[in-house]
C-alpha cells in the first residue's frame, strides 16, 4: 500500500473538490496514508468530509508563486514524508511542486488537469509565467492526466504527448441519485404544476450567470408557469441584487451550496449550463444522470461530455438557449431514460476511479 499527496486549493465545494472526494471515499482504504495539501493555506467547506474518512489528513500551507522559501520547505516536508505519490490537481501550476517532489525523491510525480482552458486575465508576466510551469509541469511530471481530451488540445497542442498522458473521465456513483421522485418544491414554495428550470455551480465567469438570467427573464416574460432555481457558492450574494431589482425574485428562486444536490436536480424539470469554460462537467453529468432533458454550451469538453444530438449553443447565444428551453418546455415534463442509461454507463464511478487509482500506484 503507498502513501499519496494530493494538492489541491483548497476545499470549497467544487468539481475538482467533490472529485477527489469521492474518489477517496471508494478508493482510501487501499493507501497507507492520504494528504490533502491545501496550497492557499485554507481549507473549506468540505473539510469536515475528508476528515471523517479513515487515514486521511488535510495540510494548509500556502505555496507563493515566487515564494522561494516555501518550496525549500515544501522540500523538506516530502523528504520527511516519504511520499510514494504525489498528484497535482492545479494543472500547469503543478510544475513547481512537481520539480520539487523530483529532488525529494518521489517517484510517482501526476498532474491531473481539471480544466481545459486558462482561468486568469491574461497580462505578458502572467503568460510568461504560466508557459514557465507548464514547461516545468510537463518535464518534471511522471503522467499527465486530464478528464477531457481538449484539456490536451488546448495546453498541449505544441508538445509531445506520449504515453504518459491519459484521459480519465469523471466517475459519479449514481446510487446517490436513485431518490424516486422525493423532490424539495413544498419546502421551497414552488406550486407542484409549474415548470422549473435550474442550474447548479458557483459564481463565476465561466459559469457565465448572466446569460442565465437573460434567458429566465425572457422565459419569465413569456410563460407565467415557469420557475428558475439556482444554487452554488457566490451565487445568492452576487445574483440577489439583479433578481431583485428585476422584480422576479419569487420565481428566480437562488440557494448558496447544498448538499442536497440529487433532490434539487428532482425539483426540476429541465437544466441549463451555458459555460463558457469547463474541464468535464460533473453537475452536468449530475443532471444527466437524473434523466433532465437540457441545453448547454456547444465549447468541446461539453461536446465530449454529451450526446451528439444534444441541444447546444454557443455560450453567448441567449436566443438560443430560450429557443432550446422553450422547445423542452412545450414538451412538457418527460424525463429521458435513454440518457440516463448512457450516462452513468460512461461516467461509471467504479470503472473511472479504478483507472485514476491504477495511476497512483504504477
Not at 511520499?83 to 494543472?91: E, S
Not at 424539495?184 to 409549474?194: A, F, N, T
Not at 459559469?207 to 419569465?220: G, M, S
Not at 451528439?308 to 423542452?328: H, K, N, V
Amino acid at each position: 500500500m503507498k502513501s499519496v499527496l494530493f494538492f489541491v486549493t483548497n476545499l470549497d465545494s467544487g468539481g475538482l473538490e467533490n472529485y477527489l472526494l469521492r474518489f477517496l471515499q471508494y478508493k482510501v482504504e487501499e493507501f497507507a496514508e492520504v494528504e490533502v495539501y491545501c496550497k492557499s493555506g485554507r481549507g473549506g467547506q468540505l473539510e469536515s468530509d475528508y476528515l471523517k474518512l479513515p487515514n486521511v489528513r488535510i495540510t494548509k500551507r500556502k505555496l507563493g508563486y515566487f515564494n522561494i522559501s516555501s518550496y525549500l520547505a515544501l522540500k523538506t516536508y516530502l523528504e520527511k514524508g516519504k511520499y510514494d505519490v504525489i498528484c497535482d490537481f492545479t494543472g500547469n501550476f503543478a510544475g513547481l511542486p512537481l520539480l520539487v517532489g523530483k529532488y525529494a525523491g518521489v517517484k510517482n510525480r501526476t498532474v491531473f488537469y481539471r480544466g481545459a482552458a486558462d482561468h486568469f486575465k491574461t497580462s505578458f508576466i502572467k503568460v510568461c509565467y504560466n508557459n514557465w510551469v507548464k514547461k516545468l509541469t510537463y518535464n518534471n511530471a511522471t503522467y499527465i492526466l486530464s478528464n477531457s481530451k481538449a484539456a490536451f488540445d488546448y495546453f498541449y497542442k505544441d508538445y509531445v504527448v506520449d504515453d504518459r498522458f491519459h484521459v480519465i473521465y469523471n466517475g459519479i456513483d449514481a446510487s446517490k441519485f436513485e431518490i424516486g421522485t422525493v423532490n424539495l418544491r413544498e419546502e421551497l414554495g414552488i406550486p407542484d404544476k409549474v415548470f422549473v428550470i435550474g442550474h447548479t455551480g458557483r459564481f463565476n465567469y465561466a459559469k457565465n450567470h448572466n446569460v442565465i438570467i437573460e434567458v429566465a427573464d425572457k422565459l419569465l416574460a413569456k410563460y407565467s408557469d415557469i420557475y428558475f432555481i439556482l444554487c452554488g457558492n457566490g451565487v445568492k450574494e452576487n445574483l440577489n441584487g439583479v433578481i431583485n431589482s428585476k422584480g422576479v425574485a419569487n420565481r428566480i428562486l437562488l440557494f448558496e451550496n447544498r448538499r442536497d444536490i440529487p433532490c434539487f436536480l428532482n425539483t426540476m424539470d429541465a437544466y441549463i449550463f451555458p459555460s463558457i469554460t469547463e474541464g468535464q462537467p460533473n453537475a452536468l453529468i449530475e443532471a444527466m444522470i437524473m434523466g433532465l432533458p437540457f441545453v448547454a454550451s456547444d465549447i468541446e469538453p461539453i461536446k465530449e461530455t454529451v450526446d451528439m444530438d444534444s441541444l447546444l449553443f454557443a455560450p453567448d447565444d441567449t436566443e438560443g438557449f430560450f429557443r432550446g428551453l422553450e422547445m423542452i418546455y412545450l414538451k412538457g415534463k418527460v424525463r429521458n431514460e435513454d440518457l440516463k442509461e448512457r450516462t452513468m454507463d460512461k461516467f461509471n464511478y467504479k470503472n473511472r476511479f479504478n483507472e485514476f487509482y491504477n495511476i497512483l500506484i504504477k
